[in-house]
């Protein structure tokens, strides 16, 4: 299994990016799928979260300004950034719980999203 993160750039405040991640390989199901980030100089934190049948969790610095939302049956999770500030410039990675062969966490590669003038 394979997790391909897409969408990040350089982005002037307050604008928006969209970042994309598409699980690929032998999978039965995805139980949750999600976007945790790391600044430099700091630790990997939760961004957001979805798991299979909707529910959503959101980390602190993200409420009220990113959606994550995902396509089943693409096995694809988005997340909407708005209202971006510099503080959010991080590299962002995908996360999922995958239900394959076996059933383990696998992490993407990372995007990097960077919030600048």
């Known amino acids: 299994v394979q997790l391909q993160a897409s969408g990040g750039g350089l982005v002037q405040p307050g604008g928006s990016l969209r970042l994309s991640c598409a699980a690929s390989?032998?999978?039965?199901?995805?139980?949750?799928m999600g976007w945790y980030r790391q600044a430099p100089g700091k630790g990997r934190e939760l961004v957001a979260i979805?798991?299979?049948?909707?529910?959503?969790n959101y980390g602190d610095s993200a409420k009220g300004r990113f959606t994550v939302s995902r396509d089943n049956a693409k096995n694809t999770v988005y997340l909407q950034m708005d209202s971006l500030k510099p503080e959010d410039t991080a590299v962002y990675y995908c996360?999922?719980?995958?239900?394959?062969?076996?059933?383990?966490?696998?992490w993407g590669q990372g995007t990097q999203v960077t919030v600048s003038s």
């Open positions: 996360r999922a719980l995958v239900r394959g062969i076996v059933t383990s966490e696998y």
């Open positions: 390989g032998r999978i039965f199901s995805i139980d949750y």
């Open positions: 979805i798991a299979s049948g909707g529910s959503t």
